[in-house]
């Protein structure tokens, strides 16, 4: 499978697919045997045998404990082999890979030139990030799939710490940048990890939590603490949660000299009273999430919890549990909570997808002294999104931008500060169809920055998208869907004059473990999704 760009205007003329720029981009999926059957027979088994291949791509596809498997972070740049070159970074790309998705690929963060056209109808070459198999490497575990990969950031030095979850066990990395080629890591003495070349790269695995240390179950989910990246979070399939603390250094001598320690736990409890209830499953499907959020005066070390039908906060500085009324109703209407996204730029507003729902939540009682009626841990915004009930594989992608600064006056017309103007837009998509709703969401001067609702609700289908990418199965839906903002600047005669576009970039990672990337082409005055 080859990686696959091009550039997806707004607009109803035919789309140009950028010529060049085509980097290497070999799966990481061998070619599949296939069985060869003979006589009347060969019909008929065949096509059992490609039922078969589509439940298990689907069951794997779109089991609950699967998250977001592409995730953009960095590596630290070393001056040599051993020393760290300061707080320099490069930036990477890791995806799962493998057959079954069972280790994990990062790759280098490039350049490539594309063709687009201005306002005025005139084509600008530009050179916007891509992903490369530039200083490609892998890390395989014990075997497992990979459910889920996150970095603590995705710029600066806390984008250098990275988590990848399995069955059994959580993994902790910080990627490194050689300066010569070093051999790729394996936990597993499979011929395949063997098989990748050495590449300036390194996964660097520092430190491993298995389920053996968090209650014996399976984890759920995973979260960097956003401020400190030595601190992250667990929760487990039953709601078991805790926190750790990452302590140590790399060594010259030694590999890694790194250690983790416990800092707090805890449970989520599915049921109201303390008795369990006499139901087989009462943790429904094993769903989980956790995320840091903010509260009012700036701590960020307080943790929002949430499974299908509860969704708690738990402040740890004065160690109470504080309900999040939802709107679910009875649990006869089997409404569930999907999906939970913390905010980058405003730390404490959390975006909260139910089976019927997208809200934005705030945790800082700031947000909502204005708001006549608030409750605590109000609702800022809220959309009814239509889709169907019965998809729990709906999820979010949350793209954020800064777009303006602004000031607030006093009545003497005196400039209190300066506040930025964000625009947010909120990707609602589904892994067993190619459907995507986009709501945005800009925060005008004043202060909170109460959301707004800005334009109504756009369409972007991705079997559209992979059908002007020339991709022959059109059906394919991803298992991780991001969006990034990319910052150009037009190279005319005037360099001062602004491009008048407005560049992003869809991310996809398919169901075969291949990468997908498209070009999103707009004005300034409206995010381009959809026709």
Same mark, same amino acid.
Request: charged letters at 15%.
């Given at each position: 499978?080859? /990686?696959?760009? *091009?550039?997806?205007?707004?607009?109803?003329?035919?789309?140009?697919?950028?010529?060049?720029?085509?980097?290497?981009?070999?799966?990481?999926?061998?070619?599949?045997?296939?069985?060869?059957?003979?006589?009347?027979?060969?019909?008929?088994?065949?096509?059992?045998?490609?039922?078969?291949?589509?439940?298990?791509?689907?069951?794997?596809?779109?089991?609950?404990?699967?998250? =977001?498997?592409?995730?953009?972070?960095?590596?630290?740049?070393?001056?040599?082999?051993?020393? +760290?070159?300061?707080?320099?970074?490069?930036?990477? !790309?890791?995806? !799962?890979?493998?057959?079954?998705? @069972?280790?994990?690929?990062?790759?280098?963060?490039?350049?490539?030139?594309?063709?687009?056209?201005?306002?005025? =109808?005139?084509?600008?070459?530009?050179?916007?990030?891509?992903?490369?198999?530039?200083?490609?490497?892998?890390?395989?575990?014990?075997?497992?799939?990979? #459910?889920?990969?996150? $970095? &603590?950031?995705?710029?600066?030095?806390?984008?250098?710490?990275?988590?990848?979850?399995?069955?059994?066990?959580?993994?902790?990395?910080?990627?490194? $940048?050689? /300066?010569?080629?070093?051999? !790729?890591?394996? #936990?597993?003495?499979?011929?395949?990890?063997?098989?990748?070349?050495?590449?300036? +790269?390194?996964?660097?695995?520092?430190?491993?939590?298995?389920?053996?240390?968090?209650?014996?179950?399976?984890?759920?989910?995973?979260? $960097?603490?956003?401020?400190?990246?030595?601190?992250?979070?667990?929760?487990? #399939?039953?709601?078991?949660?805790?926190?750790?603390?990452?302590?140590?250094?790399?060594?010259?001598?030694?590999?890694?000299?790194?250690?983790?320690?416990?800092?707090?736990?805890?449970?989520?409890?599915?049921?109201?009273?303390?008795?369990?209830?006499?139901?087989? =499953?009462?943790?429904?499907?094993?769903?989980? /999430?956790?995320?840091?959020?903010?509260?009012?005066?700036?701590?960020?070390?307080? +943790? $929002?919890?949430?499974?299908?039908?509860?969704?708690?906060?738990?402040?740890?500085?004065?160690? @109470?549990?504080?309900?999040?009324?939802?709107?679910?109703?009875?649990?006869?209407?089997? #409404?569930?909570?999907?999906?939970? /996204?913390?905010?980058?730029?405003?730390?404490?507003?959390?975006?909260?997808?139910?089976? *019927?729902?997208?809200?934005?939540?705030?945790?800082?009682?700031?947000?909502?002294? =204005?708001?006549?009626?608030?409750?605590?841990?109000?609702?800022?915004?809220?959309?009814?999104?239509?889709?169907?009930?019965?998809?729990?594989?709906?999820?979010?992608?949350?793209?954020?931008?800064?777009?303006?600064?602004?000031?607030?006056?006093?009545?003497?017309?005196?400039?209190?500060?300066?506040?930025?103007?964000?625009?947010?837009?909120?990707?609602?998509?589904?892994?067993?169809?190619?459907?995507?709703?986009?709501?945005?969401?800009?925060?005008?001067?004043?202060?909170?920055?109460?959301?707004?609702?800005?334009?109504?609700?756009?369409?972007?289908?991705?079997?559209?998208?992979?059908?002007?990418?020339?991709?022959?199965?059109?059906?394919?839906?991803?298992?991780?869907?991001?969006?990034?903002?990319?910052?150009?600047?037009?190279?005319?005669?005037?360099?001062?004059?602004?491009?008048?576009?407005?560049?992003?970039?869809?991310?996809?990672?398919? &169901?075969?473990?291949?990468?997908?990337?498209?070009?999103?082409?707009?004005?300034?005055?409206?995010?381009?999704?959809?026709?």
């Amino acid at each position: 499978t080859v /990686k696959r760009e *091009t550039v997806y205007e707004n607009s109803t003329k035919d789309n140009e697919i950028v010529p060049g720029a085509r980097n290497g981009w070999g799966s990481s999926c061998g070619p599949s045997a296939r069985s060869v059957h003979l006589g009347l027979a060969s019909a008929p088994i065949k096509e059992e045998e490609s039922l078969s291949d589509a439940i298990i791509t689907s069951l794997g596809q779109h089991h609950p404990h699967c998250s =977001d498997r592409l995730a953009f972070g960095g590596a630290s740049w070393l001056s040599d082999n051993h020393v +760290l070159s300061g707080n320099a970074t490069v930036p990477i !790309a890791v995806f !799962a890979s493998g057959v079954n998705g @069972e280790s994990i690929t990062l790759a280098q963060i490039g350049r490539d030139r594309v063709t687009v056209t201005d306002k005025n =109808d005139e084509k600008v070459a530009l050179e916007i990030p891509t992903i490369t198999s530039n200083s490609e490497t892998s890390w395989t575990g014990n075997g497992e799939v990979v #459910q889920q990969i996150c $970095f &603590a950031a995705t710029s600066g030095q806390r984008s250098t710490r990275m988590a990848a979850r399995l069955l059994s066990s959580t993994t902790i990395f910080h990627p490194l $940048f050689h /300066k010569t080629p070093v051999p !790729a890591v394996s #936990q597993s003495n499979t011929s395949a990890s063997s098989a990748v070349q050495a590449s300036l +790269l390194d996964a660097n695995p520092i430190l491993t939590i298995p389920v053996s240390r968090t209650g014996g179950y399976p984890h759920a989910d995973i979260s $960097f603490h956003p401020v400190s990246y030595d601190l992250l979070a667990l929760i487990d #399939q039953h709601g078991n949660w805790s926190t750790w603390r990452i302590d140590g250094k790399r060594s010259v001598t030694a590999r890694t000299l790194f250690s983790i320690q416990l800092v707090n736990t805890g449970k989520l409890y599915t049921w109201q009273s303390m008795r369990r209830p006499l139901q087989a =499953d009462p943790y429904h499907d094993g769903w989980h /999430k956790v995320c840091w959020v903010t509260d009012g005066d700036g701590n960020s070390d307080s +943790l $929002f919890f949430a499974n299908r039908r509860t969704a708690v906060i738990h402040a740890p500085i004065d160690g @109470e549990k504080y309900s999040v009324s939802l709107g679910l109703g009875q649990s006869s209407e089997a #409404q569930w909570i999907l999906d939970i /996204k913390g905010s980058a730029l405003h730390p404490s507003w959390i975006f909260v997808l139910t089976s *019927t729902r997208v809200l934005c939540i705030s945790t800082a009682e700031t947000d909502r002294r =204005d708001m006549p009626g608030a409750n605590s841990h109000a609702i800022l915004c809220s959309w009814q999104h239509f889709r169907s009930r019965q998809d729990i594989t709906l999820s979010l992608t949350i793209l954020e931008t800064v777009h303006g600064t602004g000031q607030e006056f006093s009545a003497g017309k005196e400039v209190l500060r300066l506040i930025c103007l964000t625009a947010t837009v909120i990707l609602l998509w589904s892994r067993i169809n190619a459907i995507v709703n986009a709501y945005r969401v800009n925060t005008p001067v004043g202060h909170p920055p109460f959301p707004l609702s800005w334009v109504e609700p756009s369409l972007l289908e991705i079997s559209d998208v992979c059908a002007r990418l020339g991709v022959q199965d059109e059906t394919q839906t991803p298992l991780t869907l991001l969006m990034r903002p990319i910052q150009v600047q037009r190279p005319s005669k005037v360099p001062d004059e602004p491009l008048a576009l407005s560049l992003h970039k869809l991310f996809m990672l398919q &169901a075969d473990h291949s990468v997908s990337e498209v070009l999103l082409q707009g004005t300034n005055e409206l995010f381009a999704v959809g026709g």
